[in-house]
């Protein structure tokens, strides 16, 4: 049974960085589309980010383009998300979920596994 374990939340400053990390268990990890996700108190889980399989294309909520940056090393089987100049508005519980989809998509449906999260708390 494939495992997706997250790591690197904390309590940062606005303004600050974190980078997360996922950590894939398996030997078929570049088969599937890597995907970021968040999770607020009393909100809905929402898409943050999104990669393809091979690592050229990746995909961003409006919220957070340009100042995060997803990333995987397919050889690690792990992937990443680089957040910079956090704000508060960020703090949530980060999961990351893998697709089998063609293309990386936004839906949650479409991401079949998931960790089981890492919090970030940015205060302001």
């Known amino acids: 049974q494939v495992q997706l374990v997250e790591s690197g939340g904390g309590l940062v400053q606005a303004g600050g960085s974190l980078r997360l990390s996922c950590a894939a268990s398996?030997?078929?990890?570049?088969?599937?589309?890597m995907g970021w996700f968040r999770q607020a108190p009393g909100k809905e889980r929402e898409f943050v980010a999104a990669?393809?399989?091979?690592?050229?294309?990746?995909y961003y909520s409006d919220s957070v383009k340009g100042r995060f940056t997803v990333s995987r090393d397919n050889a690690k089987n792990t992937a990443y998300l680089q957040m910079n100049s956090l704000k508060p508005e960020d703090t949530a519980v980060y999961y990351c979920?893998?697709?089998?989809?063609?293309?990386?998509?936004?839906?949650?449906?479409?991401?079949?596994?998931w960790g089981q999260g890492t919090q970030v708390t940015v205060s302001s």
């Open positions: 979920a893998r697709s089998s989809a063609v293309v990386p998509g936004r839906r949650l449906p479409e991401y079949s596994d």
């Open positions: 398996g030997r078929t990890f570049s088969i599937y589309i």
């Open positions: 990669i393809t399989r091979d690592g050229r294309s990746t």
